[in-house]
């Protein structure tokens, strides 16, 4: 992640202008912290919050519910005030009741989430309640020490029993030892889930603040609303009997699968991204000679001529294949650089950034170029849905629904993730695809979604001959070509010229017991193209021959679970075409291999294709795979298991030659 989340667990219109619209910036020196707009102390919070507090061992133990369970949540409150800074305040209560011995020697409070690029965590309290006595926890830090957004703090406590209550009160304040004026204000908003990694009895979710807010919610009933002695309002959600929520590989995100609450001090995207743009305006300012500077390393397309989209994405490889090498990937989430890039001029002379800083570097670049080029916020499929805004873009628009960021190129529709080095033309990871993102232009009224790439743009094509040579060897003439999203590792793989034969012979003997690799060529590594193509010519030692030359693995790899309780969600849709061709002895050898009828599996979730003939001393086996299905319900889960699993069965069944008999036999039933 390299853009601050949230708490919880098209072509766009326009002319070449200034890299962003600007807004307008606040001058002069931050305002003064006044009494009024100083943030609260930890005890006067505590004291706002009070209402919303509970005393952990009056709460009913529900024993009914969730009977299965060692450890429910009886109680979770998170109550958020905003400040004048545009940050906010929590106070976190969660009450723990442990069931069993075994639950007792499991349970840790080592997933206490927070966002430690604008929070400090304060623990208030962390209490066992046993039979009336109370024993103390105490705070560990950050579990994951030295990083920084997202990450669960790691509280201690004394070693516990079947009975135990825990009552912990935590405490997330603004951190007021970074410079927040650059949000002017502004309250960038959060998100809530209701579930969590526990059933939970009852959740609630408390915003207070004085200033405008607003809010998005899913699954839930409308707010409670009233004020707090210090006239701020207030709003109050809650939610009972949820379920725990542990994402499955492939699976649903929590705001797919839990009630949620999303607030922000933005009331459209349009108000959200015309204020970010002004932010990336100010950053984007380039001191005196740098645009010259970037122009010498990549020159402009010419100022008579209207841009074209082939000129356009040439042009836009030239200044991308600079920068790629020329900038490396930190993650940078402290303080205002969690939300906001650094300026441009830094991130290039530093030659390092996150992706909000790559991103706005490789657009200023373009932008230079005479091309028109956006930052998008993103938020990756990982992240799960936002609240809709169907209703013509309002909605609570808030910055931590974002956990990414590419560039967007409108006239050749391109997206880039300057993250990912390696890749070219219109690839992209699978993470980013699919995704939701906020174009950031002034005005821009809607969230767009990042094309997922189609089955036909992910495509492997192997071919190989095969030659007997005595003693269970084969010699073999192959070509491997791929395009999409295999491309990048396979360049990876073959970019050093002199270990491309070990580098073969490597994945070769992951499939074939001996292998002897002789030559190797390949292309559109150096440079880098759209297709890879790997030729070879080595000898082989299969154990035996099967209908597909390297043996597959699909229902392991896309279905190896025997079942799902939530649909499973699959990154990527590709196909992959493979032939191989087999010499056989004497001049009418074809003549002796009997007709063998095609397979043909067409259904919902991709389809098989194998066809056999023999010709001029020739035995030839092509297959085609196609995968085009993007999610599977989890009632149709089986079915999909049970389709890949045939498919392996169809794939790695033995084809036998008997060069006594004159006979090949294909031992895939195909009448399946």
Known sequence: MCLAAGTVAGTVAGTVGPVLAAAPKPTGAPPAVSAATAPPSASALVRTAQPYLVDAGTLPAAAAKFADAGAVELYHLRYEQVMPSG???????????????????????????????????????????????????????????????????????????????????????????????????????????????????????????????????????????????????????????????????????????????????????????????????????????????????????????????????????????????????????????????????????????????????????????????????????????????????????????????????????????????????????????????????????????????????????????????????YQAAGEIEVQGADAPALRERYAAAGQRAAALQEWLRSYFPKVQVDTVAVEGVAPARDTVRVSFTAKLHPQHLTVAWIQRHYASLMASEVARQESLELPLRWQLDESWSLQLTGTDACAAVPPSPAVHRDGPFGSLNIAVDCDAGWLRVDSHVLQPTERVPAAKYGAFRAFWQSVDADLDAPVQFSPARRRVVLTADTRR
């Open 87 to 473: 940050l906010s305040a929590l106070v976190v209560q969660r009450v723990f009741q442990i069931r069993s011995a075994e639950a007792a020697d499991l349970f840790a409070l080592d997933d206490l989430w927070y966002d430690s690029s604008r929070t400090v965590f304060q623990l208030q309290y962390a209490h066992v309640l046993r039979h009336g006595q109370v024993l103390a926890g105490s705070d560990r830090g950050n579990l994951n020490s030295g990083a920084t957004g997202n990450q669960p703090r790691w509280v201690s406590l004394p070693r516990l029993r079947a009975g135990d209550r825990i009552d912990v009160l935590y405490l997330l304040l603004p951190d007021q030892s970074r410079d927040w004026s650059l949000l002017a204000g502004h309250f960038i908003g959060n998100l809530f889930a209701f579930r969590d990694s526990f059933p939970t009895l009852q959740a609630r979710y408390v915003l207070a603040s004085r200033q405008p807010v607003t809010f998005s919610q899913m699954a839930l009933s409308p707010p409670s609303s009233g004020h707090n002695q210090d006239g701020s309002l207030t709003w109050s959600w809650g939610a009972a009997d949820l379920p725990a929520f542990f994402r499955q590989p492939g699976g649903p995100s929590i705001t797919d699968s839990s009630p949620f609450v999303q607030v922000s001090g933005f009331d459209s995207w349009a108000a959200m991204a015309t204020w970010y743009s002004g932010l990336l305006a100010e950053r984007a300012r380039m001191p005196p000679g740098f645009q010259q500077q970037l122009l010498r390393l990549a020159q402009p397309l010419p100022a008579h001529s209207a841009p074209t989209p082939a000129a356009t994405r040439a042009e836009v490889d030239r200044v991308w294949s600079y920068l790629e090498a020329h900038l490396n990937y930190r993650g940078n989430e402290s303080g205002v650089h969690a939300y906001v890039p650094a300026p441009v001029a830094k991130i290039f002379a530093t030659q390092r950034g996150d992706c909000k800083d790559g991103a706005l570097l490789l657009t200023t670049w373009l932008r230079a170029e005479g091309i028109e080029a956006d930052v998008a916020l993103v938020r990756t499929p990982a992240m799960g849905r936002l609240a809709s805004d169907a209703d013509g873009g309002g909605a609570a628009a808030t910055v931590a629904a974002f956990d990414h960021a590419l560039v967007y190129i409108p006239l050749t529709g391109q997206w880039i993730d300057t993250t990912a080095p390696g890749l070219v033309g219109s690839e992209l990871p699978a993470s980013d695809q699919n995704s939701l993102a906020l174009i950031i232009r002034a005005g821009q009224r809607r969230l767009v979604h990042v094309p997922a790439a189609p089955a036909t743009a992910n495509v492997t094509r192997r071919s190989v001959r095969l030659t007997p040579a005595g003693q269970g060897w």
